[in-house]
């Protein structure tokens, strides 16, 4: 991803991509102080764009930063990236992060907090499975409790479980892990949120300790509105097997439906592919 044409803007100015770098001291680079976003652009418009920015404001006063910039500077900076890359369909990535500076320990509060926000074109999160269901490894990682972490923060830190895990579902040929949490509830995968259905109605984690993505609440509305009960609660692991379907929602994984879970088979039934076109229509309009 490093070594291509276009431009990244950083800190206020669009920078040659292969040259947006930082120094090795970058507190962020040693102590995860860092917080980012994922977004998705469609013709041209970002999905939710102030939702994703003000939520990076957030995520970074959970880590205890403030970002230089307004909402409003944010989202000028999203646009004028996406311009300067000709990109029109694209994934945003906003990233703000302590930097190098006066101070190289835990503590940084001297050292300046900068932000960066890159666009790429990027497709299907989980390639074809999106038609056939994606099949999910269970990771023996369980999401903290948010007493031990900021859960709510789209923070670097907390992904660190999320890559262990999805390594070693990738190495037994799953294209992502589903996390239980630290009480043994189910939580959610390691980049998208889950959703299951059981006799027409939904049944999906509540989010006490991950992230609440602005996809699995736009979901949430639509289902709402199409007059399905949709169940925000605690789902044991004994629920799995009683469960008819299953997806997945999230920025980059959009509604992508699960095939099996483990050991646990679902089927890309009617209401799993009808949310999954939904949101493709919504997203677009
Ligand atoms: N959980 C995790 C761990 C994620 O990384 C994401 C993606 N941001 C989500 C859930 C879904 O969030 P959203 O719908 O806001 O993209």
């Not at 992508?256 to 009617?270: D, K, L, N, R, W």
Request: net charge negative; charged share 25%; with cysteine.
């Amino acid at each position: 991803y490093d070594d291509r044409d276009g431009f990244i803007w950083m800190d206020g100015e669009l920078v040659p991509w292969r040259e947006a770098n930082v120094h090795i001291l970058t507190h962020a680079m040693h102590y995860a102080s860092s917080v980012f976003e994922g977004e998705r652009a469609y013709n041209g418009k970002i999905f939710k764009s102030v939702e994703h920015s003000e939520r990076l404001k957030r995520s970074a006063n959970m880590i205890d930063f403030e970002i230089p910039y307004t909402v409003e500077q944010i989202e000028a900076a999203k646009y004028e990236v996406m311009k300067a890359n000709n990109l029109s369909d694209a994934y945003v990535r906003p990233v703000a992060w302590r930097g190098a500076g006066q101070d190289m320990g835990v503590a940084s509060a001297r050292n300046p907090v900068r932000l960066a926000i890159a666009v790429w074109e990027w497709g299907a999160y989980y390639g074809d499975a999106k038609m056939k269901g994606a099949k999910l490894d269970i990771s023996k990682w369980k999401r903290p409790s948010p007493e031990t972490v900021p859960s709510h923060a789209k923070a670097a830190g907390l992904y660190m479980i999320c890559t262990m895990s999805k390594h070693a579902a990738e190495a037994k040929g799953c294209s992502d892990a589903m996390m239980f949490d630290y009480r043994g509830y189910v939580a959610e995968a390691t980049g998208a949120n889950i959703f299951f259905v059981k006799d027409g109605e939904v049944h999906t984690p509540l989010p006490d300790c991950f992230l609440n993505g602005i996809t699995r609440q736009t979901v949430i509305g639509m289902l709402q509105d199409r007059g399905v009960t949709v169940h925000e609660r605690h789902i044991e692991p004994g629920e799995l097997e009683g469960f008819e379907q299953c997806w997945l929602t999230g920025t980059a994984a959009e509604v992508t439906p699960v095939g099996q879970i483990g050991t646990y088979s679902f089927e890309v039934g009617a209401l799993t592919r009808e949310m999954a076109e939904a949101y493709e229509k919504l997203v677009r309009e």
